[in-house]
Every structure is written in structure tokens, then in C-alpha cells.
């Protein structure tokens, strides 16, 4: 059974190859639908494609951030010496000698900002690529860990929706005695009305009677319970097979929807009061669900 799965989480990853080293950091948080975003060192454009891909390979749902930092260990390089600089600084000494000054050595010139250069040696694109891939690599790791804490937070979640569906059956049960005793009361609170407003009316046993059953009929929460009762089972079903975030949201407005129908049909301030906690537990798991990958 494939685990249930949060939203937020957070994975690292760090890695080194030749004369590079990096960190990978991967962190999301909740998202109607997938989201990636991608940070990375210049001239490695290629890994925001790895980001992405698995990232989708991975996630359903939830913003996704990953951030690549890298970094080149300086190099010992051949020394240049920057001509026009040098000439530069030449005239100036040359002038400042002809002022009196003392002359300039070549050490302090050699020392002067811009005169000496280190050249770098030009990037080897078959090593570039390989370190390239290392990171790609490292980006996988990143996300696998992301991904355990995104479950990690899945499994503590388990337990208090199972809780919710529970206290949800529960009410429905209570809703379904409750409703049972309504017709009586329907009956017993027309006859009274009809009786002190029309008390010698010709045939008002019969009028008692077909009215009673009129407003019974549409008090009846029958259906509502029925539904509720398929919406519980379809739920639980959910839980146990993830991802099914959308499916969920999607079900606890028709949850929503029953409820509602419920508390209208009521014709006691006991169902009316059942009803009302119902929905008040549909909503505390709706706002679980809302962390669902």
C-alpha cells in the first residue's frame, strides 16, 4: 500500500567532483497542483530540466522549491602580465621620477592591482558534464529525502483523518435515530397548529393526516444519510490508496453538500444540533485534507 504522503517537507543532498563542490536543497509546502521551481549556478541551465522531471516523477501535488549552490575550487593557473596595464603604470612612475621621485622597482610594479593575471584554463566540456551529472544525481537524492518527509508527515496525519471519518460516521448514526423519531414530531406539531387555529373545521382528522405526510416526506433525510454513508466509505478507500488530494477535496464538498441538505430537512432542534456538529467535524477534516499530497 503506497504510504500516505504530506505536503511540506524538506531534503539536502551535498556532493563534490574534481575541483567542484555543491549543496542541493529541496523544500515544498502545500499546493493545489505541482509547482517547481528551480535555483541554480549560471551555466548549468541543463539541471533545471532534471529539477523538474524528478520532481514529476515524484510528486502529485505541493509548491516545490529546489536550490543549487556551487562552487570552484580556485585553480593554479598560468601568470600573465597584463601589458597595458603595466605601460600604464610605467609612464606614471617615469613621470613621478622626473619629479624627483624614486624610482619604481619592477617588484613593486609587478605588485600593483591589474598587472599580474592568473589565466584560467578553459572549462573541459566532457568534465563539465560529468560534474553536471553528479548534480543531477545529488538533485535525486535531494528530492528522494524531501519525499520521506513529505511521508513522515503523511503518517502523522493518517491516524487524525481516520479520527475525523470516525466521528463522522458516528454522527451520521446519531443523525439517522434522530431522524427517525421526526415524522411523530412533524405529526404532533401540525395537529396542535391546526387544532387551535381551526379547531371545528368540517374533515380535519383527514387534513391532519395528508398534510402530516406531506411535510414528513419532505423532512425525510433518508437520502442525505445514504450519501453520507457512501462518502465515508469512498474516503477511507482514498486514504488507503494515494495520492488522492484532489479526490479528497472534491469529496468533502459533496460531504459539505449532504450536511447542509440535512440541517434544512430538519424538523427537530436534536437532528438540527447532530447536524450542525457534523458539519463543523467536515470541516476540521477539510482542513486536513488541505495538507494531502
Given at each position: ?50 529539477a ?7 510528486f ?77 544525481a ?77 411535510l ?36 468533502m ?15 427537530t432542534?436534536?437532528l ?22
Amino acid at each position: 500500500m503506497t504510504a500516505l504522503s504530506g505536503m511540506t517537507g524538506f531534503g539536502r543532498a551535498e556532493g563534490a567532483a574534481g575541483d567542484w563542490s555543491w549543496t542541493v536543497e529541496a523544500r515544498s509546502v502545500n499546493g493545489r497542483s505541482l509547482e517547481v521551481r528551480f535555483r541554480g549556478p549560471p551555466g548549468f541551465d541543463a539541471l533545471e530540466k532534471a529539477a523538474r522531471d524528478a520532481a514529476q516523477a515524484r510528486f502529485a501535488r505541493g509548491q516545490l522549491t529546489v536550490g543549487v549552490q556551487a562552487r570552484r575550487t580556485a585553480g593554479q593557473g598560468a601568470l600573465a602580465i597584463n601589458r597595458a596595464a603595466l605601460d600604464q603604470y610605467l609612464a606614471l612612475a617615469r613621470e613621478l621620477e622626473a619629479s624627483g621621485a624614486t624610482p619604481a622597482s619592477a617588484h613593486g610594479l609587478l605588485s600593483l592591482r591589474g598587472v599580474v593575471e592568473v589565466a584560467e584554463e578553459a572549462d573541459d566540456a566532457e568534465a563539465l558534464a560529468a560534474v553536471q551529472s553528479a548534480i543531477a544525481a545529488d538533485i535525486a537524492a535531494a528530492l528522494d529525502a524531501l519525499k520521506a518527509a513529505r511521508e513522515g508527515e503523511g503518517a502523522a496525519l493518517r491516524p487524525v483523518i481516520l479520527g475525523f471519518i470516525d466521528r463522522i460516521e458516528t454522527l451520521v448514526g446519531q443523525a439517522e435515530t434522530e431522524a427517525a423519531s421526526q415524522t411523530d414530531a412533524i405529526r404532533e406539531r401540525f395537529t396542535r397548529r391546526m387544532r387551535e387555529l381551526a379547531p371545528e373545521a368540517d374533515g380535519l382528522e383527514d387534513r391532519i393526516v395528508t398534510e402530516a405526510a406531506s411535510l414528513a416526506v419532505r423532512a425525510d433525510v433518508r437520502e442525505e444519510i445514504d450519501r453520507l454513508r457512501a462518502h465515508i466509505a469512498a474516503a477511507r478507500a482514498l486514504i488507503s490508496a494515494p495520492p488522492a488530494g484532489r479526490k479528497l477535496d472534491f469529496l468533502m464538498q459533496e460531504f459539505m453538500r449532504e450536511a447542509n441538505t440535512l440541517c434544512s430537512k430538519s424538523a427537530t432542534t436534536a437532528l438540527t444540533a447532530v447536524g450542525l456538529e457534523l458539519k463543523a467535524t467536515i470541516e476540521q477534516l477539510r482542513e486536513q485534507i488541505q495538507n494531502v499530497e
